[in-house]
């Protein structure tokens, strides 16, 4: 596991490494524990360090000014906390993917920051072939949620399911059948890539439906739709 020590040694991956190399941002403002991440980002051949910063202000300077490919920042940080520069980022830098690396795993923040366009979630005691992992499953654009993360999703997502079972016919007859088959799909995670795969449906078909969908739930990404989903009770999310 992580801890506050700087003489790491990186294990050896167990993920499959991608054929180019990945850069990776840091925020935390902890010095000693950016160093033993930073150590192990470099100690991977497939990964490349592309910054470390201190506050959530300098992870958004930094991220719109070098383009890293993945991000791992912590959640409480000076001057701007890690799930408002995620938001900024996601909206200006998209193709940033970010992990949050936090010393809490409770609801609040692991829905702070899915909600804000994370694509995974960390602990910090969590061991480095996991941080391989995540890194190399969210530069392909799928999600890594650590098990407690991943159980407060689900969750949150029976719950706001059961709160909105009110739904009228009117509001599900807005979508066609395969604008449902999509975002109940995006709930569970898959990329616009792998929903095409599922429904044996060309991608070029699925990102019109994709944009459909942003038109009619007023949605900015992916995360937005299945939030629009699970909110008026037509998914729920994955486990």
Not at 82 to 91: D, S, W
């Amino acid at each position: 596991m992580i801890n506050n020590t700087t003489n790491l040694q990186a294990s050896r991956p167990y993920a499959t490494p991608p054929t180019s190399t990945i850069t990776v941002g840091i925020a935390d403002d902890h010095q000693q524990f950016a160093k033993a991440l930073a150590h192990i980002i470099t100690s991977h051949p497939a990964l490349s360090l592309a910054f470390m910063a201190p506050d959530g202000n300098r992870l958004l300077e930094e991220t719109l000014r070098q383009k890293p490919m993945v991000v791992l920042t912590d959640i409480q940080m000076p001057l701007m906390d890690g799930a408002k520069a995620c938001r900024l980022i996601k909206g200006m830098a998209p193709e940033t993917e970010i992990i949050a690396l936090s010393m809490f795993c409770d609801a609040h923040h692991v829905w702070q920051m899915y909600e804000a366009g994370a694509r995974g979630y960390l602990t910090k005691t969590t061991d480095e072939a996991q941080i391989y992992e995540a890194i190399f499953q969210v530069h392909r654009k799928e999600s890594y949620w650590c098990q407690t993360a991943s159980q407060h999703l689900q969750q949150f997502g029976k719950g706001r399911a059961a709160q909105w079972q009110c739904i009228t016919p009117k509001n599900k007859a807005q979508f066609s059948e395969l604008e449902l088959q999509v975002m109940r799909l995006i709930c569970t995670e898959k990329s616009c890539k792998l929903v095409a795969d599922e429904l044996n449906i060309c991608k070029r078909t699925i990102d019109s439906v994709y944009e459909r969908l942003r038109r009619k739930t007023g949605a900015q990404n992916l995360v937005g739709i299945a939030l629009y989903a699970v909110r008026h009770g037509l998914a729920t999310l994955s486990a």
